[in-house]
T-cell receptor
Framework: GQQLNQSPQSMFIQEGEDVSMNCTSS?????WLWYKQDPGEGPVLLIA?????ELTSNGRLTAQFGITRKDSFLNISASIPSDVGIYFC??????????FGDGTTLTVKP | ETGVTQSPTHLIKTRGQQVTLRCSSQ?????VSWYQQALGQGPQFIFQ???????GRGNFPPRFSGLQFPNYSSELNVNALELDDSALYLC?????????????FGQGTRLTVV
């Protein structure tokens, strides 16, 4: 089945630093999504990408849909303590079926 | 808060038993998707319901079944529970089935099978 490789698995950074994480796949996806999940909560959508090459920002977050449609990255600039959480990428195929990565756990030290 | 509510929040069952989990979708949403999230992993797609019909299924055995009601709320049923079924079960509702349509997740039901 489809699999997404998300990296890094975890990150420990200082407040104010920039963060970058990415997802790669052996399959092509039509849509890439980035979610954040806090403890005890369901994932919350951060950014949706619909076209190969698309670069989209949402505040301090920027994500790109790779040209090959097999990868995506998420950048967070000037991290703050509330950025702590688990970040997931997800790809949607033609049938609308979603495949999630295993997440990047972000810890921000004040 | 997304408006998607799941019940119960926590549940403990014995191996071999059956369980029913419930999800109320956000107002105006006719599509519900169910996911299984094991500890330390991303959510795995189980199936999706659109207007009371199954509209896509992931790699889960037939003992995972579902229903969607006329008010678009949904149930996930799991028969013959196994220890590996212990996980967080998430439902997500969206306004329709189009790929990329924003899905809003509930807080999940934590199922423990002993």
């Amino acid at each position: 089945g489809q699999q997404l490789n998300q990296s890094p698995q975890s990150m420990f950074i200082q407040e104010g630093e920039d963060v970058s994480m990415n997802c790669t796949s052996s399959s092509i996806f039509n849509t890439w999504l980035w979610y954040k999940q806090d403890p005890g909560e369901g994932p919350v959508l951060l950014i949706a990408l619909y076209k190969a090459g698309e670069l989209t920002s949402n505040g301090r977050l920027t994500a790109q849909f790779g040209i090959t449609r097999k990868d995506s990255f998420l950048n967070i600039s000037a991290s703050i303590p509330s950025d702590v959480g688990i970040y997931f990428c997800a790809g949607l195929d033609n049938a609308g079926k979603s495949t999630f990565g295993d997440g990047t756990t972000l810890t921000v030290k004040p | 808060e997304t408006g998607v509510t799941q019940s119960p929040t926590h549940l403990i069952k014995t191996r071999g038993q059956q369980v029913t989990l419930r999800c109320s979708s956000q107002s105006g949403h006719n599509t519900v998707s169910w996911y299984q999230q094991a500890l330390g992993q991303g959510p795995q797609f189980i199936f999706q319901y659109y207007r009371e019909e199954e509209n896509g299924r992931g790699n889960f055995p037939p003992r995972f079944s579902g229903l969607q009601f006329p008010n678009y709320s949904s149930e996930l049923n799991v028969n013959a529970l196994e220890l590996d079924d212990s996980a967080l079960y998430l439902c997500a509702s969206s306004i329709d089935t189009r790929a990329g349509t924003e899905a809003f997740f509930g807080q999940g039901t934590r199922l423990t099978v002993v």
